[in-house]
Every structure is written in C-alpha cells, then in structure tokens.
C-alpha cells in the first residue's frame, strides 16, 4: 500500500477491532440475560434470567466507528487537504450527533418519546447520507482510474444503504411490534446493517487503497516523457 492510505487503513483495523469487542459483550450480555433451555427433549422454551440485556454497548460502538467509517472513506478518497479536513470534521461530528441523539429513544417505551428522538437524530442523519450521496460524487469522478471510481461509487452507495436500514430498525418498537418478536427483528436488523456497515465496507476500502496505490505505483515507473504526453493528452480532449 502506498504510504498515503496507511492511515486509512489503520482506521479500519482499530474499527474492526472495536467493534469486534463490542460484538463479545453484545453476546456476552445476550446470554446472560436469556437462558434457553428444552424439558424433556421437548421444544425449547426462552426465560429470562433477571439480568437485563444491556444494549448500550451496541450504541457505544456506533458513538466510536461511525465517525471513524466516514474519516476513513474521506481519506482513501485522497482529496485537498482542506477539504480532507472540513469533511472529517463536519461528517464525524454530524454522525456522532445523530448516535448520541438516537439513544435516548430506544431505551424509552414511550412511543411519543421514541419518535421524539428519532426526528432529532434524523436531522444529522439525512445532512451525512446527502453529503455521500450527492456531495462526494466530483469528487468520485475525479479519482485516477475507473475501477477506483467505480470502488469508491459503490463504498459510498454501501454506506448508504446500509444506514437507511438504521431508522426503519429503530422503529420497530414505535410501530405496534413488542415482546420477544420485536426484539428479535431489532436485533437480526441491526447486526445485519453492522456487517455491511463495517465488515463489507472495510474490505472496499482495502481494495481502493490497493487499486489506488497500484496506479500511483505505475505511474512512478513511467518515463517522465509518457508522463508528459499523457497529460497533455488529457488536456486536449
């Protein structure tokens, strides 16, 4: 990997470490909480413990990797250093807010409560999807090959669409669902918005940082004279 996107690429491995951690006291706490067991070799029946199931882990690991997922995307993008920072800095901040916002409506079984919060945090929420949906595609456009184009494209649409399962999750509990249903769903919604969130997206990121370093390699490798013309080349046309 070039030196460049070592950063990003360090980014990614302290969040799959953190989240990694995160998912060992999630299931920790799960199982704690529920005790599975079957009389008799009978169907099996759930009881509850008396230990509640703690899901704030699960919010404190979005509170650290969200903002870290979009610093990392905007660092493999390679773009002006200013711009490098302002997004981080507005993209990280507006993420934070939207997953500290969030939190207090889903420990409340008040549904006018739970929606409360979930307008609030939609408001971040909405300004961070925009900027990589519609704010990052000149950029996009502007990487040094197609296929970097084309990885970087499909990072920010992943991202994308695997936030917008967030908000229909968060509102399984505001729409009827409650008991042991909803809290399946919720969890099942959430865990798979995570992998695709994190484990899918770091393995894009790894592949632009590689397609990008593979091409800044080449180009080193060219005569300062092809450089040249191929430059003079771009201008032309």
Not at 2 to 25: N, Q, W
């Amino acid at each position: 990997m070039s030196k460049s996107y070592r950063t990003a690429l360090t980014i990614t491995g302290i969040v799959t470490l953190i989240d990694t951690y995160h998912r060992i006291r999630i299931f920790n706490s799960w199982s704690e909480a529920f005790v599975v067991a079957s009389k008799d070799g009978g169907d099996s029946a759930v009881q509850l413990t008396g230990a509640p199931f703690n899901d704030g882990y699960r919010y404190v690991d979005w509170l650290l990797t969200v903002p870290l997922l979009l610093i990392e995307l905007i660092l493999v993008m390679k773009l002006p250093q200013q711009e490098t920072v302002s997004l981080s800095w507005k993209l990280g901040l507006a993420s934070a807010l939207m997953v500290a916002l969030g939190y207090p409506g889903e420990i409340q079984e008040d549904l006018s409560v739970r929606w409360f919060w979930w307008c609030l945090s939609m408001l971040p929420f909405c300004y961070v999807v925009f900027t990589l949906a519609v704010g990052l595609a000149e950029s996009t456009s502007k990487q040094p090959s197609l296929a970097a184009a084309s990885l970087v494209s499909a990072a920010r649409y992943l991202t994308v669409l695997s936030w917008c399962t967030y908000p229909f999750v968060y509102m399984v509990k505001s729409v009827g669902l409650a008991g042991p249903a909803a809290t399946m769903y919720e969890q099942v919604g959430y865990s798979i918005a995570d992998v695709m969130a994190k484990a899918v997206f770091s393995v894009l990121i790894w592949a632009i940082a590689s397609e990008k370093s593979a091409v800044e390699e080449s180009g080193k490798l060219l005569p300062n004279w092809v450089l040249g013309c191929s430059l003079l080349v771009k201008r032309l046309y």
